[in-house]
């Protein structure tokens, strides 16, 4: 299993400080849109120059332009790069042919989509390699992210990754659905020691 650690609404400077504490630990380094808007694809290529072997993960949620916008996450360096389900079939095509022509990745985010087992059904014929399941996880009532998942897992072969609010307490839960990767950010962003955190569960991906 994979562990993304992702950043976002966290200061440039305290970025590229946690991420040379954790980014040993990580698959990939998922910087959010809240950071993209805020600083531009010139986040991407500081923490490329800071830890040239850094895998960036570009949470751009792409619903528009993808062609382009693709581009420019490519030129700065990110490998994966996020559109969202809820927008035209032909801008997830775009998407995915811009980031495949220079050996990249695309992630499909169903947050938006109107019926996630359609999109999951739909997204490898797109160019989809991957698709993130982005959903609150309440530890009292799960049934509706089990529902969603259930839906998601069975019309798709292709690898999923969770984001939630993954922490310490969840985590256990979160493995038992067997994901490709998960995606984590304040429980090891916001932690008094961040090394420490992203070993932990670095160690139970493995």
Same mark, same amino acid.
């Given at each position: 299993?994979?562990?993304?650690?992702?950043?976002?609404?966290?200061?440039?400077? #305290?970025?590229? +400080?946690?991420?040379?504490?954790?980014?040993?630990?990580?698959?990939?380094?998922?910087?959010?849109? &809240?950071?993209?808007? =805020?600083?531009?694809? #010139?986040?991407? +290529?500081?923490?490329?120059?800071?830890?040239?072997?850094?895998?960036?993960?570009?949470?751009?949620?792409?619903?528009?332009? %993808?062609?382009?916008?693709?581009?420019?996450?490519?030129?700065?360096?990110?490998?994966?790069?996020?559109?969202?389900?809820?927008?035209?079939?032909?801008?997830?095509?775009?998407?995915?042919?811009?980031?495949?022509?220079?050996?990249? =990745? $695309?992630?499909?985010?169903?947050?938006?989509?109107?019926?996630?087992?359609?999109? $999951?059904?739909?997204?490898?014929?797109?160019?989809?390699? $991957?698709?993130? &399941?982005?959903?609150?996880?309440?530890?009292?009532?799960?049934?509706? &992210?089990?529902?969603?998942?259930?839906?998601?897992?069975?019309?798709?072969?292709?690898?999923?990754?969770?984001?939630?609010?993954?922490?310490?307490?969840?985590?256990? #839960?979160?493995?038992?659905?067997?994901?490709? %990767?998960?995606?984590?950010?304040?429980?090891?962003?916001?932690?008094?020691?961040?090394?420490?955190?992203?070993?932990?569960?670095?160690?139970?991906?493995?």
């Amino acid at each position: 299993m994979k562990l993304h650690i992702s950043f976002d609404n966290i200061e440039q400077d #305290k970025i590229l +400080e946690v991420t040379s504490q954790v980014a040993k630990y990580a698959d990939a380094i998922e910087i959010g849109p &809240f950071l993209l808007y =805020k600083h531009g694809t #010139k986040l991407i +290529e500081n923490l490329i120059q800071t830890i040239p072997e850094i895998v960036i993960a570009a949470d751009a949620k792409i619903i528009s332009r %993808g062609k382009e916008i693709s581009q420019l996450m490519v030129d700065a360096g990110a490998t994966w790069v996020t559109v969202m389900a809820g927008t035209d079939k032909e801008v997830i095509h775009n998407v995915c042919s811009t980031l495949h022509a220079n050996n990249r =990745k $695309a992630m499909l985010d169903v947050r938006d989509t109107a019926s996630i087992g359609q999109s $999951a059904l739909e997204a490898k014929s797109l160019g989809i390699d $991957a698709i993130l &399941f982005q959903v609150p996880y309440d530890l009292d009532n799960p049934v509706n &992210f089990i529902d969603k998942w259930d839906m998601l897992r069975g019309n798709t072969q292709l690898p999923i990754y969770i984001s939630t609010r993954i922490t310490r307490e969840n985590i256990h #839960k979160i493995i038992e659905f067997k994901p490709t %990767g998960i995606i984590i950010g304040q429980a090891i962003t916001g932690a008094l020691d961040p090394a420490a955190e992203a070993e932990f569960f670095k160690n139970l991906c493995d």
